[in-house]
């Protein structure tokens, strides 16, 4: 795998900011972030080797592929954090909306 590709929703205020986050973080595995196709509603992640990850897995790659976060997504992926992370994840996504509203996040499609 020589790089992640990141579909995320551009309309979301709160996944604007993630996106530029993301590329202000030192990548172990480079991403490349992309608006996703309207119709899909959870954070996807794919690689050149055609891996997908969907959700909280996705979550998972994007920590994963950080320098500094890797750690973080090792431990939110083993079987005693995996169900927090999880719910954290689907709760973050679920309410991403009003999160980016009361943070006067707005989107900035490229």
Same mark, same amino acid.
Not at 13 to 16: A, E, M
Not at 65 to 69: F, I, K, S
């Given at each position: 795998m020589t790089q992640l590709t990141v579909h995320y929703d551009a309309r979301c205020?709160? +996944? +604007?900011a993630a996106r530029d986050w993301i590329g202000r973080q030192r990548q *172990?595995?480079?991403i490349v972030c992309v608006p996703k196709p309207d119709g899909r509603n959870d954070l996807v992640v794919? @690689?050149?080797?055609? #891996?997908?990850w969907e959700g909280d897995s996705a979550w998972l790659m994007v920590l994963w592929?950080?320098? #500094?976060?890797r750690?973080?997504?090792n431990r939110l992926a083993s079987p005693a *954090?995996?169900?927090? @992370? !999880? !719910?954290?994840? @689907?709760t973050l996504s679920h309410y991403r909306g009003e999160i980016s509203c009361r943070l006067g996040l707005v989107p900035q499609i490229e």
């Open positions: 205020g709160l +996944c +604007c *172990l595995v480079p794919t @690689a050149d080797t055609g #891996e997908v592929a950080l320098d #500094e976060y750690h973080w997504a *954090l995996l169900p927090t @992370a !999880r !719910r954290m994840f @689907a």
